[in-house]
């Protein structure tokens, strides 16, 4: 498992997924509210791309660090290995 260890990624992500919160709670008002889907649609919509941005820097991150590990240690199948069970996780 590839965890985040640099200030800057960790803090990064976290405004993402602040952003993410942000928007899944203002469509949990909007929905109480009874407000107009048009509006909900656009939060769900801003949900899924943070998440979408969120998955694509871990992945980044990932690919930075683990492959470039494998590819370092003279390891293709596992750096592989390794990037094809991240996009697996991902996609």
């Given at each position: 498992m590839t965890h985040l260890?640099?200030?800057?990624t960790r803090e990064e992500i976290a405004k993402r997924l602040a952003?993410?919160?942000g928007h899944a709670t203002s469509l949990k008002r909007?929905?109480?509210?009874?407000?107009?889907?048009?509006d909900?649609?656009?939060?769900i919509a801003a949900v899924r791309a943070g998440l979408d941005q969120?998955?694509?820097?871990m992945l980044e991150y990932h690919i930075e660090q683990r492959v470039a590990q494998a590819v370092e240690r003279?390891?293709?199948?596992?750096?592989?290995?390794s990037l094809k069970d991240a996009?697996?996780?991902?996609v």
């Open positions: 260890t640099e200030p800057t952003r993410v919160a909007l929905w109480d509210e009874e407000r107009d889907i048009d909900m649609l656009t939060q969120v998955g694509k820097a003279k390891n293709a199948d596992e750096a592989i290995r996009l697996d996780r991902f």
